[in-house]
């Protein structure tokens, strides 16, 4: 049973930083490519950055480009966003995602907002 577990959110002022974790659960881990996606009140849910199995490409949305990082640890089973320079419109619900064995799955969201 695929599990995806979020955690790290928070409120935090303009400029702050956050690390986000997702500790993932019923499959091999070290061979899928995993995602952050958020979303916004009002928005469509958009992703935010990818890293691949493997050699750890990662691609992020121009809007996080310089910003965030993502980055993994296969040993722990475990994805990590780590947002610095954040600015009020990266407020969101951020969801850890991962397609495995052609279904998709989400975890629960964990909420970043981004206030002075």
């Known amino acids: 049973q695929v599990q995806l577990v979020e955690s790290g959110g928070g409120l935090v002022q303009p400029g702050g930083s956050l690390r986000l974790s997702c500790a993932a659960s019923?499959?091999?881990?070290?061979?899928?490519?995993m995602s952050w996606y958020r979303q916004a009140p009002g928005k469509e849910r958009e992703l935010v950055a990818i890293?691949?199995?493997?050699?750890?490409?990662?691609i992020y949305a121009d809007s996080v480009k310089g910003r965030f990082t993502i980055s993994r640890d296969n040993a722990k089973k475990t994805v990590y966003l780590q947002m610095n320079s954040l600015k009020p419109e990266d407020t969101a619900l951020y969801y850890c995602?991962?397609?495995?064995?052609?279904?998709?799955?989400w975890g629960q969201g964990t909420q970043v907002t981004v206030s002075s």
């Open positions: 019923g499959f091999a881990f070290s061979t899928y490519a």
């Open positions: 890293i691949t199995s493997g050699v750890s490409t990662t």
């Open positions: 995602y991962v397609r495995y064995r052609g279904s998709d799955y």
